[in-house]
């Protein structure tokens, strides 16, 4: 994935505002992009992708993306989010289909989509290291359905990069 320098600008907005360092390249991993960064003395890791496919009558919408975040120092692992490019519906469900798993025990802040909880959280992940491709569909506060597909070529080794960057 080439998108490395998408995620370090979306990084180094918010962190400008969290006080944190610039992210730092741990791998490219074909579809997705391992990277980590400090926070004082904490350190962050995180991984990226980007949607291969967005559907929906748009005209105008944000950037797509999907992190896992490993956070030690907060005891915060496989933290899951999604960014829509737009603002959700808040009474709109949010579903994740995963090979044969669909997953639906997620809410919306914003125009970012959350698992429930870390169980809902470790489900994502599991699902992920073992697919091939999944589908979000989301509607945004307009009404508008979406429908974005990511690869998961390269999940399980971008994750095992940021899992031993951050000894998980």
């Not at 391992?34 to 995180?46: H, P, Q």
Request: net charge positive; with cysteine.
């Amino acid at each position: 994935m080439k998108k490395i320098g998408f995620f370090t600008i979306v990084f180094c907005f918010f962190a400008f505002f969290a006080h944190a360092d610039a992210p730092q390249t741990i791998g490219e991993y074909n579809d997705w992009s391992a990277l980590f960064y400090r926070e004082g003395k904490n350190i962050v890791c995180y991984m990226a992708s980007t949607p291969q496919k967005s559907e929906g009558k748009y005209t105008q919408r944000g950037n797509v993306y999907m992190v896992i975040t490993h956070r030690p120092a907060d005891k915060t692992y496989d933290v899951v989010n999604f960014v829509a490019g737009y603002t959700y519906k808040n009474s709109a469900p949010v579903t994740v289909k995963i090979g044969k798993d669909t997953i639906t025990d997620l809410f919306v802040d914003g125009d970012k989509a959350w698992a429930m909880n870390a169980a809902a959280d470790k489900k994502l992940v599991d699902a992920m290291k073992k697919g091939e491709r999944l589908i979000i569909e989301g509607t945004s506060s307009k009404g508008t359905l979406t429908k974005d597909t990511y690869s998961l070529k390269g999940f399980s080794a971008a994750y095992r990069a940021i899992s031993s960057k951050c000894r998980r």
